[in-house]
């Protein structure tokens, strides 16, 4: 319990004095209160107060006046944010192909907010992007000429199963068959549910090219009521939001 | 060895036996109620088939055994129901298959003969609800389609009977010449893959066409069948299976689709083609614009709710005042007949045999019968509701307000279904795909009040309520049972059946006229069961409960005694009044009903409400009959008056209301139960429905009673 009420009140700045010790110490025994303030680019009289918090927190130990180490327990604070920083600027840099600055930047903005939890899963998620070429050889690699990511590429082919379905990003993203008026008619392009209800979909002949009328909705606007070669079906919202579908222009 | 032989009689008649497969609402069941002159239960909504049955005739010599099947769109197993038609399908051994097709939806109703033909059955295409295409101007080439198919083709309009006899000889032809059908080709892709997957399969046994269909299935990575090929002998089996999974994988890296889509795409291009070279004319009328033209009022955003209301109120509304007329007549029919069996012995005589037949079989089973015409409205209201195409509406009307309770807008079928009885209710929750929603469903289904508490409600409303309040307030009893089935739909599915909400896809079928036909049939099969419960299950316990009531009887009463001892002194009237009441009291039922009155005393109950409720678990309606019994046994002067009036001078409002809630809300009877653990599986939800119901009705009868006294 005092762990986390005192993790919460490392302020980012504080975070950061703590990396950067460790940094230092990484190359010599001891961090000289002047060496940190130029890796900062602050001020020596600022560090002071701030290394002055540390201590008093038991995070970082005076080992004369000027001359500082990290505590066991500053330690493991300063390693847990500097692996994050590590990842995170991995990540921007590598994967998203963002320029090293900004990608430094980012992480230096994002590694303070995450929780432990949500950081845990990232980092695993960064491992098996960068590393698991077994199930995604070539995977990075299209994710980078695909259209969602590079605007000038060409329309994909494939039929892309979005697991969001269509919610990511319901501004200018792809309607579905709940996005409707009713009178209106449309095609069907995609659809996007799975496992069996998928199956119960095309079954009912709602495939790629199909036409779609929207009759009507429900008192309470859903289900959907649609109508689809002389047949009337009646979809839920999340079965008519799995149906991407084209309106004529 | 010698041994005994008996002659075997020559068998000269051959059985063939022959599967109706289709679509949901294709008109399965009309064909097979007309080729075997059943009485199977149809109805315009899908789902309403949910077991397997079979029929048989006799025609040209020959015996046919047929089968009725539960619709299904696809040979792709989903709801319970569907799946007993595709294993039927797929492993039935029928000598023919007739595909059940809806001649107005031809696209997604021929998928489903495409894949039949697949499995290497022997098919009869059966164009269904050829008047309807025929008024639209559909016209179809059927010469061409036959030699395109190479099978036999026949129209039919099922619900009336025509061309079935046509059918009947298609069926004999074709169970006669088992032709090498031509294999069904779904494009140059699809045959290499399949070509390549059947090479591993040669050793199979069974049909060749069947193995197209293994092929196919084994390419979806459909687990029943992979598992089928890891269970055969040798390793040609798993084989079979890493080539289906390389083609699967060649199929999807060169068409950019997953192979669920690209198949499905296969059957519907096969479709579409064979369509473009048969379809003579297209229709010329939009074959639904009347029946569209009537959703826009009925299913209208606003008024659909409303009107779903209003219709049903009008239901009841019905059953009440009409069914009050000729109820009055069965009841003056009965008095007259218990008044001339009287007349056999002498006035004032004692006979046990009187006694039983006056009040015992009249009181009882009488008093059951005289709500017939009740039921029989209320059943002709639910069977114009299936018939018309009316219940689809009410599901995808209610399906808002379902979910929000954790159901399912098709739980309101069977819901609407259980409003006649609810045996038939709980099977029907078949079509429920997901089992959690299923068992929601078919634990809280007793409370819609079945047609056999009817003959309750007829009883006890006018007692205790003015002739303008009875219409409403059974409509408000019906709308409570759908109210509290929700809340406790809720409470289960946030406790013991948590989990994922179900897809919902439901087809609208058009509205279409019911048929006088249909509906007599409907009305008479009913009330054939019910006067048939009336004679047998009913006559027997009533019979029993008068027993109980009758005996033993005092030798001596107290009355007596105290008169005797010049305790009190009383009119003779009012002695005869004591005696009775004493022995009623004295008899097993009276002992027993008071050995539990302490139990229901705060309910508002006596001792004869508590014994009537007993026997009710049997059957609703014996709750009638013992109250008739135990009044009639309490009766002592000539001039008897009706049980209502006695109900109204002996209770009060309250207990009235009281009463009619527990008997709603309470213990579903024996039956229901037993089919409860039938399709649930297990005797823990069966009894978790009947310990459930019973503690919710307690606690909702002892809040009313005792808040009301409070009040009042
Ligand atoms: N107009 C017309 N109506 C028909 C015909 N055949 C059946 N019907 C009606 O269509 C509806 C469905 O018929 P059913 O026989 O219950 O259909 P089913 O295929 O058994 O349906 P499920 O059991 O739900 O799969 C009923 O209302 C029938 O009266 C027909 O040839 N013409
Ligand atoms: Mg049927």
Known sequence: MTQQVEQRNLTSALEDYLETIYQLLQEQPIARVRDIAKARDVKAGSVSPALKRLADMGLVKYLRREYVTLTPEGEEQARRVYSRHRVLTRFFESILKMPSEEAERDACAMEHCLSDEGMDRLVRLIEFLGACTSCAPDFLDRFHRCPLMNDDAPPCPDECDSMWGSTISDSGGPMSIFDLTPGDHARVSQVNARGAIRQRLLDMGILPQAKVELERVAPAGEPVWIKLDGTQLALRRQEAEAVLVDMPT | ?712
């Open chain 2, 1 to 712: 060895m010698s041994q005994l032989r008996l002659p075997i009689p020559e068998v000269t008649i051959r059985t063939i036996r022959v599967a109706l497969a289709g679509n949901p609402n294709s008109g399965k069941t009309s064909i097979f109620n007309s080729l075997t002159g059943a009485h199977q239960h149809v109805g315009n909504y899908p789902g309403v088939t949910v077991e397997k049955r079979w029929g048989g005739f006799t025609a040209k010599g020959t015996d046919f055994n047929v089968q009725d099947l539960p619709g299904t769109y696809s040979l792709t197993s989903f709801s319970p129901e569907e799946r007993i038609a595709q294993n039927e399908l797929l492993d039935g051994g029928h000598d023919v298959v007739v595909v059940v097709v809806d001649s107005m939806s031809l696209k997604r109703s021929l998928v489903l003969l495409a894949q039949v033909m697949q499995t290497g059955a022997n098919p009869v295409l059966c164009l269904n609800m050829s008047d309807e295409a025929e008024r639209t101007g559909l016209r179809l080439d059927l010469g061409q389609m036959r030699k395109l198919l190479g099978i036999p083709i026949v129209q039919t309009v099922g619900h009336r009977g025509i061309g079935v006899d046509r059918l009947v000889d298609a069926v004999h032809a074709a169970a006669d010449s088992p032709v090498r059908r031509p294999r069904l080709v779904l494009g140059e892709r699809m045959e290499k893959a399949i070509g390549a997957i059947r090479g591993h399969m040669e050793p199979m046994h069974g049909a060749a066409g069947g193995r197209d269909w293994v092929a196919t299935k084994l390419m979806m990575g459909e687990e029943e069948f992979v598992q089928r090929m890891q269970g055969v002998e040798g390793d040609w089996g798993g084989a079979a299976i890493e080539e289906a999974q390389r083609q699967r994988k060649w199929i999807e890296s060169s068409t950019g689709q997953d192979v669920a889509l690209f198949v499905t795409e296969r059957y519907f291009g096969f479709v579409d083609g064979l369509l473009r070279e048969v379809v003579r004319e297209v229709p010329r009328k939009d074959a639904r614009a009347v029946s569209d033209a009537v959703d826009k009022i009925l299913v209208h955003r606003a008024l659909g709710l409303p009107i779903f209301a209003a219709l049903m109120y009008l239901i009841f509304w019905v059953t009440f005042t009409l069914g009050a007329i000729p109820m009055d007549w069965i009841d003056a029919g009965f008095g007259w007949l218990g008044e001339a069996i009287t007349g056999f012995w002498p006035e004032g005589s004692e006979s046990p045999l009187e006694s039983l037949l006056v009040d015992g079989v009249i009181g009882g089973v009488g008093g059951v019968i005289i709500f017939l015409p009740n039921i029989l409205l209320l059943f002709i209201g639910l069977a114009l509701l299936e018939d018309t195409g009316y219940m689809a509406r009410a599901a995808f009307l209610m399906d808002r307000i379902m979910h929000r309770f954790g159901l399912h807008g098709k739980s309101f079928v069977p819901m609407m279904t259980g409003f006649g009885c609810s045996i038939p209710g709980i099977m029907a929750t078949r079509t429920l795909e997901n089992e959690r929603d299923r068992l929601t469903t078919m634990l809280v289904l007793p409370l819609m009040s079945c047609g056999a508490r009817l003959p309750i409600w007829m009883l006890l409303i006018p007692a205790f309520f003015a002739p303008v309040w009875r219409a409403p307030v059974l409509w408000l009893i019906y709308a409570f049972g759908i109210a509290l089935a929700l809340v406790l739909a809720l409470v289960l599915r946030r406790s013991v059946l948590k989990g994922e909400d179900a897809p919902f896809v439901m087809e609208l079928p058009p509205y279409r006229v019911p048929t006088a036909r249909a509906v007599l049939m409907k009305m008479g099969e009913r009330s054939w069961l019910y006067l048939r419960k009336a004679g047998t299950i009913i006559l027997g316990i009533s019979i029993l409960m008068w027993a109980a009531t009758a005996y033993p009887s005092r030798a001596e009463y107290d009355v007596d005694a105290q008169i005797a001892s010049g305790a009190i002194t009383l009119s003779d009237e009012e002695i005869e009044n004591a005696r009775t009441a004493e022995d009623l009291r004295f008899s097993i039922a009276g002992r027993v009903g008071r050995t539990i009155e302490p139990l229901i005393a705060p309910l508002g109950f006596d001792w004869k409400m508590g014994t009537a409720m007993i026997g009710a678990f049997a059957a609703k309606e014996v709750f009638v009959a013992q109250m008739g019994i135990v009044y009639a046994m309490g009766e002592t002067d000539e001039e008897s008056q009706g049980l209502r009036e006695t109900l109204a001078r002996d209770y009060s409002p309250l207990t009235g209301v009281s009463l009619m809630l527990f008997l709603l809300i309470s213990s579903p009877c024996m039956a229901t139960l037993a089919v409860t653990r039938r399709e649930a599986g297990s005797w823990r939800w069966a009894w978790l429905q009947f310990g459930g119901l019973t503690a919710v009705a307690y606690l909702i009868s002892l809040v009313v009673y005792q808040v009301g006294s409070l009040l009042i």
